[in-house]
């Protein structure tokens, strides 16, 4: 049974720094994409970040134009986990964040594909 498991969520403050981790189970890690999407309140789920999702290629980034240059995604193969080391956050940056596996990197975003893992979510709240 595959697992997503988030954690590291909660409240911070704009300018502060905050790291989301996603531990996954059940699935071949080297095997798979990661990205985290995220859901703001009033708004549709977009992908913001995905690692190891673009050509195939190990180690391979994408970033949201909202997130670049702030934001940070990495993986610890060893330990099943991915990373979002969020600094500078804004308060835009609120929302509920999902960690995806094997979701698809296409048309220069980051998207949900059939078959995908889901976490159940994590909120972060970023106060101004």
């Known amino acids: 049974e595959v ?5 590291g969520g909660g409240l911070v403050q704009a300018g502060g720094s905050l790291r989301l981790s996603c531990v996954a189970s059940g699935v071949t890690f080297d095997d798979y994409a990661f990205g985290w999407f995220r859901q703001a309140p009033g708004k549709e ?7 190891s999702c673009r050509d195939g290629i190990s180690g391979s980034t994408y970033y949201a134009d909202s997130l670049k240059g702030r934001f ?20 835009e940056d609120t929302g509920v964040y999902y960690c995806n596996a094997d979701g698809v990197y296409y048309g220069g975003t980051y998207g949900t594909d059939h078959g995908d893992f889901w976490g159940q979510g994590i909120q972060v709240t970023v106060s101004s």
């Open 72 to 91: 940070t995604i990495s993986s610890d193969n060893a330990k099943n986990t991915v990373y979002l080391q969020m600094n500078n956050p804004k308060f």
């Open 3 to 7: 697992q997503i498991v988030e954690s």
């Open 45 to 51: 789920r977009e992908g913001v970040s995905c690692i």
